[in-house]
């Protein structure tokens, strides 16, 4: 009786479409629930995560191209102003998941394809760069608006894939960034300061290795569910108080969690430390991130995705707080391992959050890329704004407190949040 019902329905659906109009199936119910496993879903999960690694995993190496413009290509600038290029880049990249986000719900997974092409490309530019606008224009703008056409794509097949173990799976997927994040600082760091191949070469050596990475995630990447043919936006989410609160939560968090990522490297050579050793740091909060998106990633399946998500904002605005005290190398090292496993759950933690807000999954993409893409304009104005402060105060002490901060208020409104669902503040979601 099922299969027939399954079979009937099937049928009504391909004359709907064979007479020009728009699919019957609208009911989420009427959808076949996701696998939650098997060899597609794991292919697809495994391509995302190679995706994040060469996107998101190279963004997460800024601080060492900061470090080494300030003391060669762009040596007369300032902090802040050379914070801009990542914090654009940054910026873009959360932005055009916006539109990439929609676009996949419509179009499905080829959407990452002209992506993946552009995103080498830019890196090759990247290379060639001697002048501010130039890097400005390369790996600000050009590499930033590419990456959200690659990643928030990945992160909406994954889901169309996941239910259950949703949290889990995206959580190994953006845990690529913090491999990325720990491979591309050493490499780049030791390639710049520890040989005399040139920063050209050292930024097209990492382009070629991520060619083979992204070409795998073209090939495996693909939508499991009929592509939504209703308004591009779903404008009705900010008539949702859940979806409003998570993205000023999300918005409050981005303006201090990137600060470490950015500044770590600047603030260990103030320190003495010697400036390989400093672009280190930036490898090892990377890899604590991995932790810190995997483990919370599995317990958000089974406490809650809103409560993890609030928890990773307490937990970082605290260890913020902390950072200028942290004087000796030892400490740093350790400083760096909990404030990479507490940032961790941000990212990770933000995009499950946002998938509480619809019942269908056809429609993920757009409500993670319009909540990420509105959340990014604090990425653009955090670090050049704490870079003004270092500027302007000579220490970190002022941005450590703004930093951590901003957090903390995001982890409050991400506990607000749970008072517009069924279960309230205290419930498990």
């Given at each position: 009786?099922?299969?027939?019902?399954?079979?009937?329905?099937?049928?009504?659906?391909?004359?709907?479409?064979?007479?020009?109009?728009?699919?019957?199936?609208?009911?989420?119910?009427?959808?076949?629930?996701?696998?939650?496993?098997?060899?597609?879903?794991?292919?697809?999960?495994?391509g995302g995560c190679c995706v994040f690694f060469?996107?998101?995993?190279?963004?997460?190496?800024?601080?060492?191209?900061?470090?080494?413009?300030?003391?060669?290509?762009?040596?007369?600038?300032?902090?802040?102003?050379?914070?801009?290029?990542?914090?654009?880049?940054?910026?873009?990249?959360?932005?055009?998941?916006?539109?990439?986000?929609?676009?996949?719900?419509?179009?499905?997974?080829?959407?990452?394809?002209?992506?993946?092409?552009?995103?080498?490309?830019?890196?090759?530019?990247?290379?060639?760069?001697?002048?501010?606008?130039?890097?400005?224009?390369?790996?600000?703008?050009?590499?930033?608006?590419?990456?959200?056409?690659?990643?928030?794509?990945?992160?909406?097949?994954?889901?169309?894939?996941?239910?259950?173990?949703?949290?889990?799976?995206?959580?190994?997927?953006?845990?690529?960034?913090?491999?990325?994040?720990?491979?591309?600082?050493?490499?780049?760091?030791?390639?710049?300061?520890?040989?005399?191949?040139?920063?050209?070469?050292?930024?097209?050596?990492?382009?070629?290795?991520?060619?083979?990475?992204?070409?795998?995630?073209?090939?495996?990447?693909?939508?499991?569910?009929?592509?939504?043919?209703t308004t591009f936006f779903i404008w009705k989410?900010?008539?949702?108080?859940?979806?409003?609160?998570?993205?000023?939560?999300?918005?409050?968090?981005?303006?201090?969690?990137?600060?470490?990522?950015?500044?770590?490297?600047?603030?260990?050579?103030?320190?003495?430390?010697?400036?390989?050793?400093?672009?280190?740091?930036?490898?090892?909060?990377?890899?604590?991130?991995?932790?810190?998106?995997?483990?919370?990633?599995?317990?958000?399946?089974?406490?809650?995705?809103?409560?993890?998500?609030?928890?990773?904002?307490?937990?970082?605005?605290?260890?913020?707080?902390?950072?200028?005290?942290?004087?000796?190398?030892?400490?740093?090292?350790?400083?760096?391992?909990?404030?990479?496993?507490?940032?961790?759950?941000?990212?990770?933690?933000?995009?499950?959050?946002?998938?509480?807000?619809?019942?269908?999954?056809?429609?993920?993409?757009?409500?993670?890329?319009?909540?990420?893409?509105?959340?990014?304009?604090?990425?653009?104005?955090?670090?050049?704004?704490?870079?003004?402060?270092?500027?302007?105060?000579?220490?970190?002490?002022?941005?450590?407190?703004?930093?951590?901060?901003?957090?903390?208020?995001?982890?409050?409104?991400?506990?607000?949040?749970?008072?517009?669902?069924?279960?309230?503040?205290?419930?498990r979601i």
């Open positions: 009786m099922v299969t027939t019902e399954r079979e009937s329905r099937e049928h009504g659906s391909i004359i709907a479409v064979e007479l020009g109009q728009e699919k019957a199936m609208t009911d989420p119910a009427d959808l076949e629930d996701a696998p939650d496993g098997g060899i597609q879903a794991w292919l697809v999960a495994i060469s996107a998101l995993g190279f963004a997460n190496a800024f601080g060492v191209f900061e470090e080494y413009y300030l003391t060669h290509q762009l040596s007369g600038q300032s902090p802040d102003k050379v914070a801009w290029i990542g914090s654009v880049a940054v910026f873009l990249q959360l932005l055009s998941g916006s539109i990439g986000g929609p676009l996949f719900d419509r179009y499905g997974a080829w959407v990452i394809r002209p992506a993946a092409v552009l995103y080498v490309f830019a890196i090759m530019m990247t290379s060639l760069c001697e002048e501010y606008w130039q890097f400005m224009l390369a790996q600000g703008v050009l590499m930033g608006s590419v990456m959200g056409f690659l990643q928030f794509p990945a992160m909406a097949a994954v889901s169309q894939f996941f239910n259950k173990k949703r949290a889990a799976a995206l959580g190994l997927v953006i845990a690529g960034s913090s491999l990325g994040g720990v491979v591309m600082p050493i490499a780049l760091s030791k390639m710049l300061n520890g040989t005399s191949i040139g920063f050209g070469w050292s930024v097209r050596i990492i382009g070629f290795i991520l060619i083979p990475l992204l070409c795998f995630s073209c090939l495996v990447i693909t939508s499991r569910l009929p592509q939504r043919t989410a900010f008539e949702e108080p859940r979806f409003v609160l998570l993205t000023l939560s999300l918005f409050f968090m981005l303006l201090g969690a990137f600060t470490p990522l950015f500044y770590i490297p600047t603030y260990a050579v103030s320190k003495g430390v010697d400036a390989t050793f400093a672009s280190y740091l930036l490898a090892i909060i990377n890899a604590a991130s991995t932790f810190g998106r995997v483990i919370p990633g599995v317990l958000a399946d089974k406490f809650g995705r809103l409560n993890i998500f609030a928890f990773g904002g307490f937990f970082s605005g605290i260890v913020i707080f902390c950072w200028s005290k942290v004087e000796t190398t030892a400490a740093l090292v350790v400083y760096s391992i909990a404030i990479g496993f507490a940032t961790g759950t941000i990212i990770s933690g933000g995009s499950v959050a946002f998938t509480e807000c619809t019942k269908d999954p056809r429609d993920l993409g757009t409500y993670i890329g319009m909540g990420m893409g509105l959340s990014a304009f604090a990425a653009l104005i955090g670090p050049p704004v704490n870079g003004i402060l270092i500027t302007r105060y000579g220490g970190f002490w002022e941005v450590s407190i703004f930093s951590g901060v901003m957090v903390l208020v995001g982890g409050v409104l991400a506990l607000v949040t749970k008072a517009t669902t069924p279960k309230g503040v205290l419930g």
